[in-house]
């Protein structure tokens, strides 16, 4: 009997979970971990199971959020637990609400980290930042999801939530005592995966591996990465690959003037966590792409980032195919270009044009001549870090180009940003580049038995 009491509480305690969820703690001035709450994972669509959060009574502590360059820490915050169920989970806040605050609508500002252990010290895994909107007498709701990604299934995170001390709203500057509720679900659609670490910086041999295709050898050489003046700090250099989403290109390169390896989840409010590559002015080919954007009368010191490789040509068609992206919108000086270096004539020309121009790739000529790029509304925004760029929804094409096969070129990808705001970046996704021999047809005109019972091998000398 004592047993089945027992069983009837805990299910009875189960049922309150999911009906009404879980209320936070107050981060404890001295970490504590034990008062972290769980918070239920989904395994479906949906946020059947949610946790509870407040932020009327919860400490406000110097605790960073390591993502990055350093943020305002000193916020309320609330500390959650979860146990991976798989990979990807989107993590959700949303039914805040608030008794001080007028009742109509407005929007609240959150950040938040992931961390493997109970040590916040140590960098977060995962850095978000993101507005949420409520509609504090009711229905209304437009909250963001965040998409909580490369997670290893059975590990136990810890999720440092925060919000501002007070809510500023007609000038009047109300205490934060929101009251909201938080959830893990699954995803309705798969992601585009980025692959950037120290060792692909340190090291770019992976890039003839993953990035450059032929059966012939020894057709790719001399291959160069470099951001900013060459210190390399972080890594902007990275692998990624479309994993069934409906992102606009298979598999390639990503070159960015910030950090791609950083696991950011949210667009506009995340690169609060980032920051660019130190300005130079050393890249001659950047400096003088600068200069020809029309109203540039003044070198400026830019955020670079630069991939180059020798080839020998196996056909006669160049083409590649690139996606570019920006983190913001007004106000950005950021720009691009694909040089192709004939290594015999020494005849170097940038072969990334605005398609039907002769205009260089820079985000306000690209809008001006595409004005359905510049709207924020049609940006598909795909995961991370992807979804903190605000990907463009075209794929672009380099400019028609015939080469001499076999003969020796290079080829330099650059990126730029003239940092306005430091935080500010530009990508570049780049198709993975192939050089094949074309087939060829053989067929043996009388003398029809020339060839019976014998192979031939025909080399051709590149």
């Known amino acids: 009997m004592r047993f089945k009491k027992i069983l009837y509480y805990t299910l009875f305690l189960s049922v309150l979970l999911v009906c009404f969820g879980v209320q936070a703690q107050s981060l404890d001035p001295d970490l ?6 769980e918070i239920p994972v989904n395994t479906g669509v949906d946020c059947v199971q949610y ?28 500390l959650f637990r979860f146990r991976a169920a798989a990979e990807t989970h989107l993590f959700r806040v949303f039914d805040a609400r608030s008794d001080v605050l007028p009742e109509t609508r407005t929007s609240f500002f959150f950040t938040g980290a992931v961390y493997t252990d109970c040590n916040f010290d140590s960098p977060a895994k995962i850095c978000f930042a993101f507005l949420n909107s409520e509609s504090i007498d009711g229905s209304a709701s437009n ?16 999720l440092v939530l925060g919000a501002d001390t007070v809510i500023r709203y007609n000038n009047i500057d109300y205490n934060n005592d929101l009251r909201f509720k938080v959830c893990l679900r699954a995803a309705e659609v798969p992601y585009v995966q980025i692959e950037a670490n120290d060792a692909m910086t340190e090291n770019v041999d992976w890039v003839e591996e993953k990035f450059l295709y032929s059966d012939c050898d020894n057709i790719f050489s001399n291959i160069r990465f470099q951001a900013g003046d060459g210190q390399n700090d972080f890594n902007s250099i990275g692998y990624f690959n479309k994993n069934n989403s409906t992102f606009l290109l298979e598999k390639g390169i990503a070159l960015s003037t910030t950090d791609l390896s950083m696991n950011l989840s949210a667009a506009n409010f995340s690169d609060r966590f980032q920051q660019n590559s130190p300005s130079w002015t050393g890249d001659a080919d950047l400096n003088a792409l600068q200069l020809e954007i029309p109203g540039q009368q003044q070198l400026q010191p830019s955020a670079t980032a630069v991939l180059e ?72 925004l795909w995961n991370n870090p992807l979804i903190y760029w605000m990907l ?28 306005r705001y430091a935080i500010r970046g530009i990508a570049m996704f780049i198709q993975d580049f192939e050089q094949q021999l074309n087939d060829v047809e053989l067929s043996i005109v009388d003398q029809a038995d020339l060839c019976t019972g014998k192979p031939w091998l025909i080399k051709a000398n590149t």
């Open 32 to 37: 504590n971990c034990e008062n972290a709450v």
């Open 51 to 78: 946790a509870r959060g407040s932020f009327e009574h919860a400490g406000m502590l110097p605790l960073g959020l390591t993502c990055g360059r350093a943020v305002d820490s000193r916020q309320k915050k609330n």
């Open 143 to 158: 909250t963001e999801h965040m998409v909580l990604s490369e997670l290893v299934v059975g590990q136990e995170y810890y």
């Open 309 to 380: 490789f020798d080839f020998i040509a196996l056909n006669e068609q160049l083409d590649i195919d690139y996606v570019f992206s920006w983190t913001g919108w007004i106000g950005e000086f950021q720009y691009l270009g694909i040089w192709l270096t004939d290594l015999t004539t020494q005849n170097k020309q940038n072969i990334a044009r605005v398609p039907g121009t002769n205009l260089p790739i820079h985000q306000e000529l690209v809008i001006d001549n595409y004005p359905e790029l510049g709207s924020p509304e049609i940006i598909p």
């Open 392 to 419: 463009n929804s075209k794929v672009f094409p380099t400019k028609p180009t015939v080469l001499t096969v076999g003969r020796k070129y290079r080829l330099k990808f650059g990126v730029g940003n003239i940092e």
